[in-house]
């Protein structure tokens, strides 16, 4: 049989003999909304707080909002487009939230925002830059001893609207809300120090409760409240399907926006699967496969699912290639996965938290990686390169033999598989 695999923008096809395939693992179908009446419904009820409407209304000063970056599908256009006559007379500015990304591109921005932004805003839009001190502003530290800087431009404002969507992520157990501000718009010493908690084994998917990432990241928004007299904040968390169409709106407070998307997210991304695979090909999807950084989401909900001793087959194009390359160039520079586990105890520096995940995995099981990045480099991060998705999966089921179960996982970098009794092997133990 012949499969549809996606690749950058597109698909590839994959023969497979059907009896060797078990299952092809996607993210759940569910009814999807009249988007622009769906959107305008959440966003003009009550529920007991102000409206979106009315939240303009009370404004007497700057309106920032705050959006994700290229790395993310959040559908901003769409949203921004419905809500243009809404913010008509209004101070409006958009601030990027990269984290610590490059800042986009002038395509990456018509992407991000919309023609809408870039037509009736034009030079009201400004990208994070988490490296450049002289737009950030310090609020001091959590309990965890995580400093706190900010971009200046959101102290600056009267009110905030932040715009996320909400899936399950691998160590902060669910990406959206609180995001939008720690790590969306911190310093880099901000993020580097959070990060660092990822490394504890209570930082994992699905978990919320007891996870140093997001409480860290809980008690930075009390503080930035405190800080800035409770600046009102609209927050306007969507729970997407996997067309990226808007499966559901969740807005208001922000804590509670997010608790709904969190609920409905898992109902939406969490796939139950009767037992682990010898062999799964977990595939990045755009825009996902933005880099292997990013598309390294793909190789964690991949191996929740994969037995020890078994091979992992990443598709993704990485189209920046290997991105940031701290987590690489340690992986590099050691000899082997445990030689990377062993020197991450000492110094911590942002992105070995993806190097500890990655040896981890590599220590039980093979990764294989089918991506445009040189082969040269896929090997020093103990990734076994192909130049295609058909040489990789007949080079797994030779090597597995043929009573080897495979599993396709369709956009691996959403899609969480979840397997009864079976714990999972992506925390490192340091």
Request: glycine letters at 6%; hydrophobic letters at 40%.
């Amino acid at each position: 049989m012949y499969i549809d695999v996606r690749w950058d923008m597109g698909t590839v096809p994959l023969k497979i003999d059907r009896r060797r395939l078990g299952s092809i693992i996607e993210p759940k179908t569910v009814r999807v909304r009249e988007e622009a009446g769906h959107l305008h419904s959440i966003l003009d009820s009550h529920n007991g707080q102000p409206s979106f409407p009315e939240f303009l209304a009370a404004s007497d000063g700057k309106i920032l909002f705050i959006v994700n970056d290229a790395t993310r599908p959040t559908p901003t256009p769409k949203l921004l487009e419905i809500l243009k006559e809404d913010l008509e007379g209004y101070d409006v500015d958009f601030l990027v939230a990269t984290g610590t990304h490059q800042p986009p591109s002038e395509e990456e921005l018509e992407q991000i925002l919309g023609r809408v932004v870039r037509t009736h805003w034009y030079g009201h839009v400004w990208a994070h830059d988490a490296r450049n001190k002289e737009e950030l502003e310090y609020l001091g530290e959590t309990s965890r001893g995580v400093p706190l800087w900010i971009n200046r431009r959101v102290l600056e404002a009267e009110r905030l609207v932040l715009v996320n969507s909400v899936e399950p992520h691998y160590f902060a157990g669910y990406t959206g809300g609180r995001k939008s501000i720690f790590p969306g718009v911190a310093g880099f010493e901000t993020v580097q120090a959070n990060h660092r908690l990822a490394l504890e084994p209570e930082a994992e998917i699905l978990s919320l409760e007891g996870n140093p990432v997001h409480e860290d990241m809980v008690e930075s928004i009390a503080i930035f409240r405190e800080k800035t007299g409770n600046m009102p904040i609209f927050s306007i968390q969507m729970v997407l399907d996997r067309q990226h169409r808007i499966h559901s709106v969740h807005a208001g407070e922000l804590e509670k926006s997010f608790a709904d998307a969190v609920e409905h997210a898992d109902m939406h991304y969490v796939v139950d699967v009767p037992e682990a695979a010898d062999i799964v090909i977990t595939v990045a999807s755009y825009p996902m496969d933005y880099d292997l950084y990013q598309s390294q989401k793909a190789i964690e909900n991949g191996s929740l699912m994969l037995k020890e001793n078994g091979i992992l087959i990443l598709v993704s194009k990485c189209r920046h290639g290997i991105g940031d390359e701290t987590f690489f160039n340690l992986l590099a520079e050691q000899p082997s996965p445990q030689a990377v586990l062993d020197s991450i105890k000492g110094e911590y520096v942002l992105g070995y938290h993806k190097a500890a995940r990655l040896a981890h995995i590599s220590k039980k099981a093979e990764i294989w990686g089918v991506t445009s990045i040189p082969p040269e480099d896929m090997e020093a991060a103990f990734i076994r390169p192909f130049a295609d998705v058909q040489k990789a999966v007949d080079a797994a089921l030779f090597r597995k033999g043929p009573s080897a179960s495979v599993v396709l996982l369709t956009d691996g970098t959403v899609t969480v598989p979840r397997v009864p009794d079976r714990d999972m092997i992506t925390a490192p133990r340091l």
